[in-house]
């Protein structure tokens, strides 16, 4: 009981920081239009947000490639704000990373991929007793792009049926940010046997 009210309390400070912080770094995943659209925006307003990293992402997932894009930034929090909003209005994935994380936390991995991998990963980690603690999360809620590879070596005329059937489609992609100490090599074993896209926060940040 203690331990959760200690989590609260944490959760309750690091939501304040977002607040009370000048500058965050943000995570944004979804389309490639989404994507397109908020990079197109920090562009334009280069002197308060800073594109650190861009990524396109494709996963095979039985006979279906699915497409996505993720953004990393940092800048000004009211920017930030605006380049959310693109992100939430179109149905893509978003979270916000304040310095109070950085600061208290040994290790920050950011976890990026389709929903059901992300759970599975999850459910790995508990299984082996890996010890990390679960900070933030958000999944999209839009359309991602997705062909069907199979479809290549059939005729013309079938595959101009299928492939529009399959060219867009209703698959969540999470994105996830955890705090990881003692297991982190173990951790990122299970991140690439589950097929996840993953940056070592802390790491990314030194090499930058």
Request: proline share 2%; net charge neutral; aromatic share 10%.
């Amino acid at each position: 009981m203690i331990e959760n009210k200690i989590k609260t309390l944490r959760k309750a400070a690091s939501v304040s920081t977002v607040h009370d912080a000048d500058e965050l770094w943000c995570v944004i995943a979804g389309s490639e239009e989404l994507v397109n659209n908020a990079a197109y925006e920090a562009i334009l307003d280069k002197e308060r947000v800073k594109i650190l990293c861009r990524e396109h992402i494709t996963n095979k997932e039985s006979f279906i490639t699915q497409k996505f894009d993720f953004l990393l930034l940092y800048g000004d929090v009211n920017k930030i704000r605006d380049l959310t909003s693109i992100s939430k209005e179109q149905g893509g994935a978003y979270i916000k990373i304040a310095p109070y994380y950085m600061e208290n936390e040994p290790e920050l991995f950011l976890v990026v991929g389709p929903d059901n991998r992300i759970k599975k990963f999850m459910g790995d980690c508990e299984k082996n007793h890996l010890k990390f603690t679960f900070l933030l999360e958000d999944k999209t809620t839009g359309f991602i792009e997705t062909d069907v590879y199979l479809t290549s070596k059939m005729p013309s005329v079938i595959r101009k049926t299928i492939d529009p059937l399959f060219k867009m489609a209703d698959i969540a992609i999470s994105t996830v940010l955890i705090s990881v100490d003692k297991d982190k090599e173990r951790i990122k074993e299970l991140v690439k046997q589950n097929k996840l896209f993953v940056i070592e926060f802390n790491k990314f940040l030194k090499e930058d």
